[in-house]
């Protein structure tokens, strides 16, 4: 019964900027976790960030330094602020959510750089 949520795909030139929000909603449950993917054209899927309940992060070498990933624990959202973007950065980047009762995935959401 929990629902994952993804927002704020879109098309962007390089070195622009996006942010991408998560929210999980539907069951009571504690996070413990949450993270962002992504998988590009003929790629496997890929860790980008992921933080903690306690906002410890991680980041892929790739995204250090441009990436931000943050948590919300009382709305049980997180956000991914990505600067500086690159077109490799393309694909679709999905939410992860790890809590007490398992884990959930978003349905994704497009993010495309190019000129």
């Known amino acids: 019964q929990v629902q994952v949520v993804e927002s704020g795909g879109g098309l962007v030139q390089p070195g622009g900027s996006l942010r991408l929000s998560c929210a999980a909603s539907?069951?009571?449950?504690?996070?413990?976790?949450m993270g962002w993917y992504r998988q590009g054209p003929g790629k496997q899927r890929e860790l980008v960030a992921g933080?903690?309940?306690?906002?410890?992060?991680n980041y892929a070498d790739s995204v250090k330094g441009r990436f931000t990933i943050s948590i919300d624990n009382a709305k049980k959202s997180v956000y991914l602020q990505m600067n500086s973007l690159k077109p490799e950065d393309t694909a679709v980047y999905y939410c992860?959510?790890?809590?007490?009762?398992?884990?959930?995935w978003g349905q994704g959401t497009q993010v495309t750089v190019s000129s």
């Open positions: 539907g069951s009571m449950f504690a996070i413990y976790a």
């Open positions: 933080i903690t309940s306690g906002g410890v992060s």
């Open positions: 992860n959510v790890a809590f007490s009762r398992g884990g959930a």
